[in-house]
């Protein structure tokens, strides 16, 4: 078995610059879970190619986000004062049906910072859905209620309040778990706006399987 150990990234990243980051070391050491390792292992090493951000790339991506958010929300109507994900501000619109470059080029800004700071934080997810493994959810569930907590804490970060991103997305995550083994088994949400992004998640998840030759039984993985 293996326990893959999560801990918080070193806050020395200039910008953007992906050279430095700091990766989040797993280690390989003896574990009283009960889970079949495989999968989620593989799941955890995929998520690993994403380095992990400093501080100060996780604010220079939340203020992309937040600028590229607010022309989009003025540009299609919306109010200043309405916090949107960008899914409820673009609606059903692919980015070839926005009506004008500076929008287009907006919205790949928006869906590039998201996805930067999603993939980055796919070990944290993983580690919080593992604490809670074993509790009659299966693993696969938690991770995906993981993978929601994730993505709502991209959503709503304002880095102008002095959080980082990663103790902010922390709470996120751990607070979905935790709502989710509340609901009990059978009751996995997905809301609306977030199944293009757990469908994306989802299919790293996939692809292992099929690496593996089958698809793991839930129970195999509680």
């Not at 109507?77 to 916090?83: E, L, Q, R, S, V």
């Not at 997810?125 to 569930?141: E, K, Q, S």
């Not at 998840?205 to 030759?213: A, D, F, K, T, Y």
């Amino acid at each position: 078995m293996t326990d893959l150990a999560w801990t918080e990234p070193a806050p020395a990243v200039s910008g953007l610059d992906t050279t430095g980051e700091t990766p989040i070391p797993w280690s390989a050491k003896a574990s009283k879970d009960t889970e079949t390792p495989s999968l989620v292992t593989r799941y955890f090493t995929e998520a690993s190619r994403h380095p992990v951000l400093g501080e100060r790339a996780e604010r220079k991506l939340g203020r992309q986000l937040a600028r590229a958010l607010a022309s989009l929300r003025t540009a299609l109507g919306h109010p200043d004062d309405t916090a949107l994900t960008l899914r409820d501000v673009i609606g059903n619109r692919r980015e070839e049906e926005l009506d004008s470059r500076r929008l287009r080029r907006c919205f790949r800004i928006a869906e590039a910072c998201r996805q930067r700071l999603i993939q980055s934080n796919l070990r944290l997810a993983v580690h919080i859905a593992r604490r809670h493994n074993g509790r009659h959810l299966p693993l696969t569930d938690l991770i995906q209620e993981a993978n929601i907590g994730l993505i709502k804490a991209v959503e709503r970060f304002d880095p102008e309040r002095g959080f980082r991103f990663t103790t902010y997305a922390y709470w996120w995550v751990s607070e979905e778990v935790k709502r989710s083994l509340k609901r009990g088994p059978g009751v996995v949400r997905t809301p609306e706006n977030m199944v293009d992004d757990l469908r994306a998640l989802n299919a790293v998840q996939q692809r292992l399987s099929s690496e593996l030759g089958r698809t793991p039984e839930a129970n195999a993985l509680a």
